[in-house]
């Protein structure tokens, strides 16, 4: 069955069994129009019976190179403010002042992600250790109490660096 939308007024093909004597609800794929569409009684033989033959024109201009029809442009805007408001009941609201406020609101993202923040503060960390090693005599020598919080540290350090290289060569 052949169905004309009543909107935009384009055509649908619907197999003849999906529509019932009760009717069935249709949508426009085009412009979003919703209906009913009961099926329609077909009255081709009393059309057939009157109708007489009538002698088909054939073209002059069978060698003429047939030209590309030009698609129809839709009538309705899908975002008007009338259809948006008729078809889903949306209002459109002036969001120049929003746009301003969700500017204002919005966090600034960074592309300093974890890895980047891990090697930052290993930089940092392996940076004071390197000064603390340059200045340790100086430090010592002012501050004789700190000798041995210097030691054990740098103590500490030989150890974790030993566990890791085995762990290295383990795997």
């Known amino acids: 069955m052949l169905v004309n939308c009543k909107s935009c007024k384009k055509k649908f093909m619907v197999p003849d069994a999906a529509i019932t004597e009760s009717g069935r609800l249709l949508q426009c794929g085009s412009c979003g129009d919703q209906w009913t569409q009961y099926p329609i009684k077909q009255k081709f033989d009393k059309e057939i019976k009157t109708t007489t033959p009538t002698k088909i024109k054939q073209p002059s201009n069978l060698n003429k190179v047939k030209t590309s029809v030009k698609k129809r442009k839709r009538e309705i805007n899908l975002y008007s403010e009338e259809y948006l ?4 009941g949306l209002t459109i609201k002036d969001t120049s002042d929003l746009q301003y406020k969700k500017n204002k609101n919005k966090k600034i993202k960074s592309n300093f992600s974890f890895y980047s923040y891990l090697v930052t503060i290993s930089i940092f960390i392996i940076t004071l250790f390197g000064i603390l090693n340059l200045l340790k005599e100086v430090i010592i020598a002012s501050y004789p109490i700190t000798e041995s919080y210097i030691n054990y540290l740098y103590e500490v350090l030989n150890i ?6 085995e762990l290295i060569d383990y795997f």
Request: aromatic share 0%; charged share 40%.
């Open 160 to 165: 974790v660096k030993i566990i890791i290289s």
């Open 85 to 88: 408001k008729k078809k889903h």
